[in-house]
C-alpha cells in the first residue's frame, strides 16, 4: 500500500485550564493513494480538526503529518501556502466559490494562483466529468448549490493534487445534487487515480467511499473497508452503544 | 436600544475610529478658527489694555472716513491742540506723543523686519503712568536729546546691540544715525508682540517723522473722582472738528477690531477648509454607516423577527451615529485648541508675532463644534438608517445575503442627471449671473454639482475599473499573477455604489486642487501679462514694506542719473466724488513723464491736458453712481474730490483712458500730496538711459538704494516672476490644504476597504485555502484601493476642468487669461492618488493577510 498522506500520534487541545478541549486525542492512521476515504463522527469527535491538521489549515499540538515524505508540522506558512497550492485540493461544505469569477474561472483558480496555465486536456475532462455544459460562463449567482458544488470538485481536481479533502461537500445539498456530487468524486478516484479524504455525518455520503474511519473523542473508535449505507449504519449504532 | 446601540458601537470599534477621524477633523477646523480668532482678540485686547493702563483718554486727529491701508501716512495734528486739552477742567495729566515709522537698518545696510510686526518710532514720555515703557537704571537712560535713541531689550538682544553703539533707522527719508542710550522694557515684558520699537526725545522725533510743529496723539489721565465718559465728552467739546477724544477703553476696543478684521481673511480661509473637510467627511460617514448597516443584515433582521419595529432600528443606528459624533466631536474640539495653538505658532516663526497669553475656549465654540460634528454625522448617516429599517424579517433566514437584486440605473441616471445639472446650472448663476450673492451661489452650485456627480458615479463605475484594470491585468500577466489584479478588477466591479461613493470623497478634494491649480495656470499667464503693461518701463522701484514707500529723495537721486532716463511715479489711493456721491479707487500719476512709463490707455494730448488743469481723467467703462455711464458725457464737467485727509478740492474731467487696473479715475501726484506729509511714492518707473543696458541701469539705481535701505529695485522680467512667484506660493498654500481633504478621503478608502474584507472574510480564506500566498492577497487589496483612488480622482478631474473652465469663462472680462491646462500637474495628481491607494490599502491588506484560514472559512 503506497500512503498519501500519514498522520501519527495527532494530538490537539482547545482552550486553557478548565475550559480545555481534547479535540484530537493520539490519531495515528494513513491513507492509502488512490483511494477515497471518509471520516466519519458525531459532533466534537474531532474529525473537521484532523481534516484541517491534514490539510495543513491547521497545526498539531503533537505528533506529525506526512504528506508524502513532507512533514507538515516543520513547514512556514508561505511553505504550507505552496503546498497548498501544488498538491492540496479543497471542498467545503459552503461558500466555496468566488462570486466574482464564474464557472471556468472558478475551477481554473488554483492555477491562476500558481500562475501556470492549465493542462487543456486534463481541464477538457475534468469538467467533462463534472457534467457543468454550458454553465461554465456563468456567476456563482447563477448556478444551483449543487452546479456550485461540482465547480468546486473539478476545481479541487484541476490542479492534479496528491490529494483532495472535502469538509461535508454534500451537507447543503438535496439528495440528488448530493448523488451527482459524490458520483463523480468516486469517478475521479476510479478513473483518474485521485486520493480523496471526506468528512461527513452522513451514512449514504459515506457509502461512496473504499473505507470509512470512525472518530469518537478524538480517538479512532473503528474502521469499515468497502462500506455500505447499512454496515456504516451498523456500525454508528454499535458505536453509539 | 441603547444598550444595543452602544454593543455594536464597542464591536465595530476600529471602522468607527476611523469614520470618526473624518468628524474629528472638520470639528478641528471648525473650533481651531474660532479658538484661534478668540485668543488673538483677547490677546491683543489685553495688550492694548496694558498699553493705556495710566490713560483715561485719548486724543486724537479723526480717521479717513475712506481710503486704503498702503501709503496711509501717520495722522497727526496742530502741537497746540494740547493747551485747549490741558485747559480742560478734570485733567490731571496731558501728555503730546509722536510716532511714525522707524525701521531698523543693520551693518550691512538692509532692512530688519517690516514684513510682519510693525516697526514703531515714539517721542519718550515723560510722566512714567502715562506709558508701558520703562527704562531700567541698569538699562541707561531715556533719549534726551537730539541723535539719541532707545530700543526695546529684545531687539537689541537679537540685533546684539548695546548701549554706547550707533544705531541706523530709516524713516521716509534716508538712513539716519543714533546713540544708542537706552534698552526700553515693555511692562515686565522684552517686547510687545514682535514689534521693534525706536525711542527719541520729543522734538527730534517730530524732526524725524516730519511733524515739525504737530503731534500724533495727547494722552489724558483725569483727577480723581472724574470719569473717562465725561471727559472724553468734555474735552471733545473744546476740539475742532477733525480732532477727537476717545476713552482709552474705546481705544483698545478699536484697536482690537482692526486686528480682528486683519485676521479675517485667516477665519474665513480656516472656516472654508472646515466646510470643504465637513463635506469630504459626510461622505465618509454615510459610506461606513451603510456598509455597516449592509453587514449587520442578518442581526437587524433577527431584531425585527423577534418584534423591533422599522423605526425602533433606523433609530438603533441613528443612536449609534449619535454617540460616534458626540465623542468624535469632543476629540475634535480638543484637536481644534490644538490646531490654533500651531497656528499661532507657525505665524510666530513666520515672523508675525502675537502676544503671549492663554488660549481662549468661549462656550460658543464648544457648542459649534459639537452641533457641526453630532449634525453631519446624523445627516449622513440617515439614508443607511432608512434603509436598515427596509430590511425584512425573513432577511435573517436566509443564507446567501449578496446576491441582492441589481436596481434598475434609470432612475439612477435620471435623478443624477438632475442634480448635477442643477448644481451646474447653480454654478452658472454664479459665475455670468449680477446679483450680490454670487460667491455662495457659485459654492452652493459646486456642492449640489458634487452630490450629483456621486450619484451618477456608480453608472460609470464598472466601465472605469474595466478601462483601468486592462492595463493593470497586462502588466500582471507579464508576472505570471493574472489572478491577483484579476480579482482586484472584479472586486472593485461587484459594488458599483460602494466603489463610487468612495471615490466621490476623493473626488471632491481632487476637483478643489485642479480647480485651483488652473486658475492658477490661468491667472499666471495673465498677471504676467498685466504686470508687463501696467509697468512698461524697464526698472520698478517699490518699498519692501507696508507702511510707507519709496522716499522722494531717492527719486530725485535716480533722475540725476546718468544711466537713466525717463523717470515717474505711480500712487493709488481713494477719493470721494461728491457730485456723484461716490468713493472710487484712483491713480495718482505725474503727467509729464507717465507717457510709455506707465499703462494708462490715456493719449498723450489727454495726459498733457491733465497735467496743464490738474484735472481728472475718467475710464471708458468707468462705474458711474447708477451703473455703466458713458465716460463722453462726463467731459468738461467739474467734479468737487475729497481726499483720504480730507482736503477737498475741485478738478475738471479733461480726456478718457482704457486701462482700469487702478480703478476709474486718473489724478496728478500734485494733486495726491496736498495735505501729505511726508510724502513717499509706492512706484517708482525708470528706463534705462539711451545706450545704457537695463542691468547697468538696474545697478546704478541699487547703488542709489543704498541709504534708503528699503527700496526694492526690480526689472521688468524680475517683476513679473515675482508676481507669478506670489501665485506659486498662494497655489502650495491651497493645494497644502486641500492636501487634507485628500487625506479624508484615503481614510475613507481605508475604511470602505477594511469593512469590505470583514466581508468577505470567507472567500478570503477559500483564496488562501486554494493556494493564495499573503503577498497575492495584499497585492489585489492594494490594486483595489489604487482603482478606487485613480477612480475618484479621474472624477475630480473631469469635475475640476470643468469647473476651471467655466470659472476662467466667467473672468475673462476680468482681465483672467486664456484657460490653461497644466498638464504635467495633472498627470502628477492622477499618480499620486494611486500611490495614496496603496497607502490606503496598508492597513486592509495587512489585516486580510493575517486572517485565519481557519476561522476565515468556518466565518459565519
Known amino acids: 500500500m503506497v500512503s498519501a498522506i500519514t498522520v501519527k500520534d495527532a494530538a490537539k487541545r482547545y482552550g486553557q485550564g478548565d475550559a480545555v478541549v481534547t479535540a484530537l486525542a493520539g490519531i495515528t492512521a494513513e491513507f492509502e493513494a488512490g483511494k477515497f476515504t471518509a471520516i466519519m463522527g458525531p459532533s466534537g469527535s474531532g474529525k473537521s480538526t484532523l481534516l484541517h491538521c491534514l490539510a495543513g489549515l491547521d497545526t498539531l499540538d503533537e505528533g506529525g503529518i506526512f504528506l508524502g515524505d513532507i512533514a507538515l508540522s516543520e513547514l512556514s506558512d508561505k511553505e504550507l501556502t505552496l503546498v497548498r497550492r501544488e498538491k492540496v485540493g479543497f471542498i467545503f461544505q459552503a461558500f466555496n466559490l468566488i462570486p466574482t469569477l464564474n464557472a471556468k474561472e472558478n475551477i481554473l483558480l488554483p492555477l491562476s494562483i500558481a500562475g501556470v496555465s492549465a493542462d487543456e486536456a486534463w481541464y477538457q475532462e475534468v469538467v467533462d466529468a463534472v457534467g457543468l455544459g454550458d454553465r461554465l460562463t456563468h456567476r456563482p449567482s447563477e448556478l444551483s448549490g449543487g452546479q456550485q458544488q461540482r465547480v468546486a470538485a473539478a476545481r479541487a481536481l484541476v490542479s492534479r493534487p496528491e490529494i483532495v479533502f472535502a469538509d461535508e461537500p454534500s451537507g447543503n445539498l438535496d439528495s440528488k445534487s448530493s448523488e451527482e456530487l459524490l458520483e463523480f468524486m468516486r469517478t475521479a478516484v476510479d478513473k483518474f487515480g485521485q486520493t480523496i479524504v471526506m468528512v461527513t455525518h452522513d451514512a449514504s455520503a459515506a457509502s461512496h467511499a473504499d473505507r470509512v474511519i470512525f472518530l469518537d473523542d478524538g480517538k479512532i473508535a473503528a474502521e469499515i473497508l468497502d462500506p455500505t449505507t447499512d454496515s456504516i449504519l451498523d456500525k454508528m449504532k454499535q458505536l453509539g452503544d | 436600544m441603547l444598550k444595543v446601540a452602544w454593543s455594536s458601537v464597542l464591536a465595530n470599534k476600529i471602522r468607527l475610529l476611523l469614520t470618526s477621524f473624518s468628524i474629528v477633523i472638520g470639528v478641528a477646523f471648525v473650533a481651531g478658527s474660532f479658538v484661534f480668532t478668540d485668543t488673538i482678540t483677547t490677546r491683543f485686547d489685553r495688550l492694548f489694555a496694558d498699553i493705556s493702563a495710566g490713560v483715561d483718554v485719548y486724543v486724537q486727529p479723526v480717521a479717513p472716513e475712506f481710503g486704503n491701508d498702503f501709503g496711509q501716512v501717520e495722522l497727526s495734528m496742530p502741537q497746540d491742540v494740547l493747551n485747549d486739552v490741558l485747559a480742560v477742567d478734570g485733567v490731571n ?15 550691512e545696510g538692509d532692512v530688519v523686519g517690516g514684513f510682519g510686526p510693525p ?6 514720555s515723560q510722566d512714567p503712568d502715562m506709558t508701558p515703557l520703562r527704562i531700567a537704571p541698569e538699562n541707561g537712560r531715556p533719549p534726551q536729546t537730539a541723535g539719541e535713541v532707545a530700543i526695546d531689550v529684545a531687539t537689541a538682544r537679537t540685533q546684539g546691540y548695546e548701549i554706547g553703539d550707533t544705531v541706523s533707522l530709516l524713516f521716509t527719508g534716508p538712513v539716519e544715525h543714533f546713540t544708542l542710550v537706552g534698552l526700553a522694557n515693555f511692562g515686565d515684558e522684552d517686547n510687545v508682540a514682535g514689534a521693534t520699537l525706536a525711542i527719541f526725545e520729543f522734538e527730534e522725533a517730530q524732526r524725524l517723522f516730519g511733524l515739525e510743529g504737530r503731534i500724533s496723539q495727547i494722552s489724558v489721565s483725569a483727577e480723581p473722582g472724574v470719569l473717562a465718559e465725561d471727559l472724553a465728552a468734555r474735552i471733545g467739546s473744546v476740539l475742532s472738528e477733525d480732532v477727537e477724544a476717545i476713552t482709552a477703553a474705546q481705544s483698545t476696543a478699536d484697536q482690537t477690531a482692526e486686528i480682528q478684521e486683519g485676521l479675517g481673511f485667516l477665519t474665513i480661509g480656516l472656516l472654508v477648509f472646515a466646510v470643504i473637510a465637513v463635506f469630504v467627511g459626510s461622505f465618509v460617514i454615510y459610506n461606513t454607516f451603510r456598509i455597516i448597516v449592509a453587514q449587520r443584515t442578518r442581526e437587524l433582521a433577527l431584531l425585527r423577527a423577534i418584534g423591533a419595529t422599522g423605526g425602533q432600528v433606523t433609530r438603533m443606528v441613528v443612536l449609534e451615529a449619535f454617540i460616534v459624533a458626540l465623542v468624535s466631536s469632543v476629540i475634535g474640539i480638543f484637536a481644534g485648541i490644538g490646531l490654533s495653538l500651531f497656528l499661532a505658532f507657525a505665524l510666530s516663526a513666520a515672523g508675525l508675532g502675537f502676544p503671549d497669553g492663554p488660549m481662549t475656549v468661549l462656550p460658543r465654540t464648544v457648542i459649534v463644534g459639537l452641533l457641526v460634528g453630532v449634525v453631519v454625522t446624523l445627516v449622513a448617516s440617515v439614508v443607511p438608517a432608512r434603509s436598515a429599517s427596509r430590511i425584512s424579517p425573513v432577511a435573517a433566514m436566509q443564507a446567501d445575503l449578496s446576491a441582492t437584486p441589481r ?162 511715479t505711480l500712487n493709488s489711493t481713494q477719493i470721494r466724488i461728491q457730485e456723484l456721491g461716490i468713493e472710487t479707487d484712483v491713480a495718482a500719476i505725474e503727467p509729464d513723464t507717465a507717457g510709455g512709463m506707465v499703462f494708462s490707455g490715456a493719449s498723450d494730448e489727454d495726459l498733457a491736458e491733465l497735467g496743464r488743469t490738474n484735472g481728472l481723467l475718467i475710464r471708458e467703462d468707468f462705474e458711474g453712481a447708477g451703473g455703466q455711464e458713458r465716460a463722453e458725457e462726463q467731459l468738461g464737467k467739474t467734479f468737487t474730490i475729497e481726499l483720504p485727509n480730507g482736503t477737498v478740492e475741485t478738478g475738471r474731467v479733461v480726456g478718457v483712458f482704457t486701462d482700469g487696473s487702478f480703478g476709474d479715475y486718473i489724478i496728478t501726484r500734485d494733486r495726491f500730496v496736498t495735505g501729505i506729509e511726508p510724502v513717499t511714492d509706492a512706484f517708482v518707473l525708470a528706463n534705462a538711459a539711451e545706450g545704457v543696458s537695463v542691468e547697468a541701469a538696474k545697478l546704478a539705481a541699487e547703488d542709489a538704494a543704498l541709504v534708503y535701505p528699503n527700496a526694492q529695485v526690480q526689472t521688468k522680467t524680475e517683476l513679473v516672476a515675482d508676481a507669478e512667484a506670489q501665485i506659486d506660493g498662494l497655489l502650495i498654500i491651497f493645494t497644502a490644504l486641500l492636501g487634507l481633504a485628500i487625506i479624508i478621503a484615503i481614510l475613507g478608502i481605508t475604511n470602505t476597504l477594511a469593512l469590505s474584507i470583514i466581508e468577505r472574510t470567507r472567500e478570503i480564506g477559500l483564496l488562501r485555502a486554494v493556494g493564495m500566498s499573503r503577498r497575492q492577497l495584499r497585492r489585489m487589496i492594494r490594486w483595489e484601493s489604487v482603482i478606487v483612488a485613480v477612480f475618484g480622482a479621474f472624477l475630480g478631474m473631469l469635475t475640476g476642468i470643468a469647473l476651471g473652465w467655466a470659472v476662467v469663462q466667467a473672468l475673462k472680462d476680468e482681465g483672467l487669461g486664456d484657460f490653461a491646462l497644466p498638464v504635467g500637474q495633472l498627470v502628477t495628481l492622477i499618480g499620486v492618488a494611486a500611490i495614496a491607494g496603496v497607502f490606503a490599502a496598508i492597513y486592509p491588506a495587512y489585516k486580510a493577510s493575517r486572517l485565519n484560514i481557519l476561522d476565515a472559512i468556518s466565518y459565519q
Open chain 2, 93 to 107: 495729566v496731558a501728555e503730546a506723543g509722536v510716532g511714525g515709522f522707524a525701521q531698523l537698518v543693520d551693518s
Open chain 2, 407 to 568: 436596481k434598475t440605473l434609470r432612475k439612477r441616471t435620471i435623478v443624477g442627471l438632475g442634480v448635477s445639472g442643477a448644481g451646474f446650472a447653480l454654478v452658472a448663476v454664479g459665475l455670468f449671473g449680477d446679483f450680490g450673492n454670487n460667491l455662495q451661489c457659485l459654492g452652493l452650485g459646486a456642492v449640489v454639482a458634487f452630490v450629483g456627480i456621486s450619484i451618477l458615479a456608480p453608472i460609470a463605475a464598472r466601465p472605469f475599473a474595466t478601462f483601468v484594470g486592462w492595463p493593470i491585468r497586462k502588466i500582471f500577466n507579464l508576472f505570471g499573477d493574472h489572478v491577483s489584479a484579476e480579482l482586484a478588477v472584479q472586486n472593485t466591479r461587484r459594488q458599483p455604489r460602494r466603489t463610487a461613493s468612495t471615490a466621490s470623497a476623493l473626488m471632491i478634494g481632487v476637483t478643489l486642487i485642479v480647480f485651483v491649480a488652473i486658475f492658477a495656470a490661468s491667472i499666471k499667464v495673465s498677471v504676467g501679462n498685466t504686470v508687463a503693461e501696467i509697468f512698461p518701463a524697464d526698472i520698478s522701484v517699490s518699498s519692501s514694506n507696508f507702511t510707507i514707500g519709496v522716499s522722494p529723495d531717492y527719486t530725485e537721486n535716480l533722475r540725476a542719473l546718468p544711466e537713466i532716463g525717463q523717470v515717474t
Open chain 2, 119 to 124: 516697526t514703531l518710532g515714539f517721542s519718550w
